[in-house]
């Protein structure tokens, strides 16, 4: 009975096993000290208090003979920086393996996507693709590059032209549909304000989606509506619709731009938001601010778990874009895995909360549930509590995704 309690489960070489294990199921080209490395760089990632060597470094454990920390960290360092590395076509092999191979577990009659930008200070700016789990998201496409603001509109040209052009999101979104075509489903993209733009909007409902877009108040965009007082069709822009304190506004059908591109325009109630919100999009007008709503708890949860509430990413020191790549798609794997880890124990609660019993709802007076912790967190929790650990509880490197 003694020597069952002092059992170690979930060591590092169980966890990297099983990592490798998955790995090998993907068609990755890697050589075999990249297939050896990435499993446990990962793990010393969710392990580490901050993503920079250093920190990386003090967490890293395998089977080779280097246990100097200066030896480790030039390791790690060789690693982010090896040109024959490329970090975003691992996460892209990854991320599509896991869709194209857990389509049973989806419950895929809706998806929502949400695209955004995120800066890592003025060293990196990365266009993002999240998609929506539970009320939070997993990161399915992205792309970086360097940048010298963290403004939109401060952006420096080579880096607008990169990210931040027509062409390259027109492509984003091309590449995000293809990877998310085996779950059949229609795609709802929610986007701020930074993407209101007719074209993009037009793009997505021609190829067959959805769209729920925030509109700049101040925007250019005109608005081909009929006005009751003149009796007929008239233009106005954002600024002459009417804001009501206690309700919201619905209009069907309006006509937009000079191509007069059609949609429908929600006007939430100025309770809401100090900065109303003029939310465009081509489903139910009453429908598109919740959907909106979403937004936040989603790719803005992701990008907290990926900054202050998890990795603390902009702690790292590098300053080379491909390392940075190399750097954040790793990071996004380990973000990917740990939500995973926090869906499953949230579908097998009552079957493993014998062995490991982490709270992570409460009950309101109505008997409403609230989320205590996210996916994310409660995965990161599961995580640090039971590696190597006595709890008999076993950390699972399927990458089985429920939705």
Known sequence: ??????????????????LSSFFNKIDLKLSKPQKKIIPHIITSIINAENVTTLDISKCYIDNSFLSNQSSIEKKLWRFFNNKKFNGINFFNSSIRYIINNNIGCMRHNKLVVVLDHMYIKNNFVTLMFTLKVGKQ???IWFKCDKTK???HYEIDELTKKRLFSEKVIFNAINE???????LNAKITFLADRWFCNLKLMKFIHDKGHYFCIRAKVNSNIRVYIYDKKEKHKIY??????PIRKHTSLYYEDIELGDFHFICNLSIARGKLSDDPWFILSNIEPNLALREYCHRFGAIEMFFKSQKTNGFNL????TRNLHAYENLYSLVCFAG??????GIDYTKNYTHVKKNLNIRFVKYAKNKKPIRILSLFNLGLTIFKMCYNSHINF???????LYL
């Open 1 to 18: 009975m003694g020597l069952f309690m002092n059992k170690l489960y979930n060591n590092e070489m169980d966890i990297v096993k099983g």
């Open 137 to 139: 998201s997993i990161p």
């Open 149 to 151: 603001s963290n403004r």
């Open 176 to 182: 995000v549909i293809k990877l998310l075509s085996p």
């Open 236 to 241: 106005k822009k954002f600024t002459d619709f």
């Open 314 to 317: 902009e702690k790292t020191k």
């Open 336 to 341: 990917l895995w740990l939500t995973i880890i």
């Open 394 to 400: 076993k950390i699972k490197t399927n990458m089985q």
